[in-house]
């Protein structure tokens, strides 16, 4: 499947067909296209929990009680379920990580192309801490880069998404102890293939005319 004929026949699934399974190999692609999703500055503020059977999709629906009960038979019927985390700050001990890898992937010529990268990207931090005073809302939008990537990505491969914001992140948070990890949840992905009455999948997809959201210079 060509890439827009994938954006337009993806849509939020609404009900899922509890008997089918993704197939391992297709959920590393998936794995595979998160891990690879692009961020400012590579700086990769993200955490991936992946749920795939009963007992830790019924942890993951936790957070989705009272208010959001709505979205509990979406987490409990999906074949594969993420919850995206952010990092709640780029510590030094991040940062460092990040500029390991980078060292050991041969990213660097010399130790200046080295030095370079790490100055840049404290820069940004410190832009987005100290002057945007923004950073936690920086981080989160590289996730949510992240959560694009694999929704495209998935449809691409014939699987159907349920991007969920309505969720308790505290209980969610709290539940797999994330403060702890420097993390905080932020949006769960529902992965799985539709079932046959899923309302959603007979309407048709609607979106804004070229023309009302470009402006071509």
């Not at 509890?18 to 794995?31: G, K, L, V």
């Not at 936790?62 to 919850?83: C, D, M, R, T, W």
Request: charged share 25%; proline share 4%; net charge neutral.
């Amino acid at each position: 499947m060509d890439i827009l004929s994938a954006a337009r026949q993806r849509y939020t699934v609404k009900a899922y067909d509890p008997d089918r399974r993704i197939p391992e190999d297709t959920m590393q692609q998936i794995y595979g296209l998160l891990r690879h999703s692009p961020s400012s500055v590579n700086s990769q503020p993200w955490h991936f929990i992946v749920a795939a059977t009963p007992d830790a999709k019924a942890r993951m629906a936790k957070g989705a009680q009272g208010g959001f009960s709505y979205n509990e038979p979406k987490i409990l019927n999906a074949s594969h379920v993420i919850l995206l985390c952010a990092r709640v700050d780029a510590d030094h001990g991040h940062l460092e990580r990040l500029l390991a890898q980078e060292q050991k992937d041969g990213r660097f010529r010399d130790e200046a192309a080295r030095a370079g990268q790490a100055k840049g990207r404290s820069g940004y931090v410190e832009l987005h801490r100290y002057t945007e005073k923004n950073l936690p809302q920086w981080l989160e939008k590289q996730v949510y880069i992240a959560l694009g990537t694999a929704m495209l990505g998935a449809a691409a491969l014939g699987v159907d998404t349920t991007p969920m914001e309505g969720i308790d992140t505290r209980v969610l948070d709290a539940e797999f102890g994330l403060h702890a990890q420097g993390l905080t949840s932020l949006v769960m992905l529902g992965l799985g293939y539709r079932a046959e009455g899923d309302f959603n999948a007979g309407l048709p997809k609607s979106r804004l005319e070229q023309e009302q959201v470009f402006t071509f210079l």
